[in-house]
């Protein structure tokens, strides 16, 4: 009969943690934001290869949609590669990843001198449009001034 309670109890507990862990995991507020000017992590090699490989499956397969049935068949062409034979799509990640390397050390370097004003984080884009606006709205502002 004790075999039987600790059966139970054990149960029931691994049920709680189970609740407690499916709670947990439905809340996002413990996670830090993700800044949208962080520098996307480069493509690995199999990615490279599978850029290409996606417009040529299509080519050859137009009326297939599945999005699993060309990975698996990608996935089957990069296994059957061989070294040298995957070495352009290794070199061009690697370039990837060296200029990924480079953004992160900008980043990284922007994020270490600390937050700036509004006026600055806006682009260059922005602020040329800003500028352009001002323009207009002084020429405006003297033909306001001459109606009144």
């Known amino acids: ?15 709680s943690v189970d609740k407690k ?14 800044d949208p000017n962080k ?12 850029e290409e ?45 060296a200029e990924y390397e480079k953004n992160m050390k900008a980043y990284n370097k922007r994020q270490a001198e600390g937050p700036k004003d509004d006026d600055e984080l806006e682009s260059e884009k922005s602020m040329s449009e800003v500028k352009d606006e001002e323009e207009e709205d002084d020429e405006g502002s003297g033909d306001e001034d001459d109606d009144e």
């Open 1 to 15: 009969m004790k075999g039987g309670k600790s059966k139970s109890v054990t149960k029931s507990a691994k049920l």
């Open 21 to 34: 862990s499916t709670k947990k995991a439905g809340k996002k507020s413990g996670k830090a934001a993700k």
């Open 39 to 50: 520098p996307k992590r480069p493509a690995s090699a199999f990615f490279v290869f599978m």
């Open 53 to 97: 490989f996606r417009v040529q499956y299509k080519e050859e397969h137009p009326k297939n949609k599945s999005v699993a049935a060309v990975g698996k068949a990608g996935g089957d062409k990069w296994k059957s590669l061989s070294e040298a034979e995957k070495r352009p799509y290794v070199d061009k990640a690697e370039k990837r990843k």
